[in-house]
């Protein structure tokens, strides 16, 4: 009856088709094997339309994927807020996240004053501004403070240990996604000012601080974590109160307004890692890529990539040994991780530009592009390894372009 190779036969095993390009697998994967049998694509059983309208490649995968992995796939729309007077933090840990071994991502909002309260933890903290305006306080292991405020697209490192202050500026307040460099580490698992002082015996305190323990009298009992505060004066006022001192390493770095790395028609790379952000042992490209634009097929040699979705939507392949080939999609506040080594690329699948975030538990960024091997071998390898001729390889790219062209 049908002219398609996938028809069912007398009872007999399924007669498959060869192989094809572009649908490698025997059995052959996909819905291009299903074309005149529909009954093979049905789905009666409980399902959340909602849901799977967004997904359209994890419901109906390109027919190149083959086998499956670990999840790759969460997102901050997901995870529950805790919510307080002043502002929200919510998280996703390794514990939510399997995958995410090596960095814990926290999305937060503090209102304009709102103050996530002194504190410090066992981990580095990155992170990026993606809403308002925020000050932030910090000191360095040789007792230098700092104080600056951020905005959209500002980066801030606190090394292991150092402890700080975040609040929230007029009129909005702020929103950022913090990062650590630990898939462990949790925001309701951080050493608290509160905490401390509250379990300290008052003689304690006051022969510490040279004043009489009444001064305590008042201090909270539980701790603050979040709480609404008064909205501070001007930037340079709090740094002069707090005696910051000129020629310390900056804590912060303006990501979304440094020279691209890379940059064309289709899009561009924007690096923060050690050699222009010192402080930092968290490195990250920020990648904006125009409608038809896509990251070219690469990998990291040094470490687990962790991804944050900004704007826009995108569609991953992750490729492992296996052979696995795996296609999800993100939209913005979704996260994902690529093991390192692992292939990929992203593409913008939207009408409007898409950015992510890459971020690296390493002080370097390191990529491995496959258009750039490529270039750099004899051709006569390349030619024997995919069947191409000379004419074919001369028409490859001559190096590494980041996002290709559009
Ligand atoms: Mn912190
Ligand atoms: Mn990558």
Partial sequence: MSTTTQTRTNGRAPNHATPTFGNPDLPPQGRVNTQGNPESLRSDGPHNEVIESQFPS????????????????????????????????????????????????VNMHL?????????????????????????ITTIDAEGRPSVDDVEEGDLWFFPPGLPHSLQGLGPKGAEFVLAFDDGRQSESNTLLVTDWIAHTPPDVLSKNFGVPKEVFKNIPLNNLWIFQGEEPGELEADRAA??????????????????????????????????????????????????????????????????????????????????????????????????????????????????????????????????NWFSHLPPELLMQHLNLTREDVEMFPKGSRGVVPV
């Fill in 242 to 371: 707090s005696r910051v001192e000129r020629g310390t390493d900056p804590v912060i770095f303006r990501l979304s307004r440094s020279k691209p790395v890379r940059e064309n028609s289709g899009g561009r790379i924007q690096v923060a890692d050690s050699r222009n952000f010192k402080i930092t042992t968290v490195a990250a490209a920020l990648v904006t890529i125009e409608p038809g634009g896509m990251r070219e097929m690469h990998w990291h040699p040094n470490a687990d990539e962790w991804q944050y979705f900004l704007r826009g939507q995108a569609r991953m392949t992750v490729f492992n040994t296996g052979p696995r080939a795996t296609t999800n999609d993100f939209r913005p506040g979704d996260v994902g991780v690529v093991r390192k080594n692992f292939g990929h690329y992203v593409e913008n699948t939207g009408k409007d530009v898409m950015q992510f975030l890459e971020l690296f538990r390493s002080s370097r960024y390191e990529e491995v592009s496959l258009a």
């Fill in 58 to 105: 994890q419901m109906d995968p390109p027919a190149t994927d083959i086998s499956t992995q670990p999840f790759f796939w969460s997102s901050f729309n997901i995870s529950p807020k805790r919510i307080q007077n002043g502002g929200w933090a919510r998280e996703l840990t390794s514990e939510d996240f399997a995958i995410s071994e090596e960095i814990a991502g």
């Fill in 111 to 135: 209102a304009p004053g709102g103050i996530r309260e002194l504190h410090w933890h066992q981990t580095g903290e990155w992170a990026i501004m993606t809403a308002g305006k925020c000050r």
